[in-house]
Nanobody, 126 residues
């Protein structure tokens, strides 16, 4: 089983940047597409970004496209989410998860993912 631990969250002003990390342990996740999701109080968990196992293909939610960048370092078994031009509406707990394998397309549905981390809080002040 894989364990995922997110880090890098914090409080930042609007327009600022944060870089989230998702460290995997237990086994390599190089065969898994890896995704980031977020959840705000009173809202359902929503898709943010996903990256293929090789890192060559990515997919983003429209709300973060052009501002967020997902990447991975398979040698470190770690996935990243670089968040720029942050907005107050980006405030949420951010989670990473591994897409079930085998996969044929990158998914944005949380039901296609497993091994959720505990999340890291991101707060953006206006």
């Amino acid at each position: 089983q894989v364990q995922l631990v997110e880090s890098g969250g914090g409080l930042v002003q609007a327009g600022g940047s944060l870089r989230l990390s998702c460290a995997a342990s237990g086994r390599s996740v190089s065969s898994n597409a890896m995704g980031w999701f977020r959840q705000s109080p009173g809202k359902e968990r929503e898709f943010v970004a996903v990256i293929s196992g090789s890192g060559g293909t990515t997919r983003y939610a429209d709300s973060v496209k052009g501002r967020f960048t997902i990447s991975r370092d398979n040698a470190k078994n770690t996935v990243y989410l670089q968040m720029n031009s942050l907005k107050p509406e980006d405030t949420a707990i951010y989670y990473c998860a591994a897409q079930r394998i085998p996969y044929y397309t990158l998914s944005s549905r949380d039901t296609d993912f497993h091994s959720w981390g505990q999340g890291t809080q991101v707060a953006v002040s206006s």
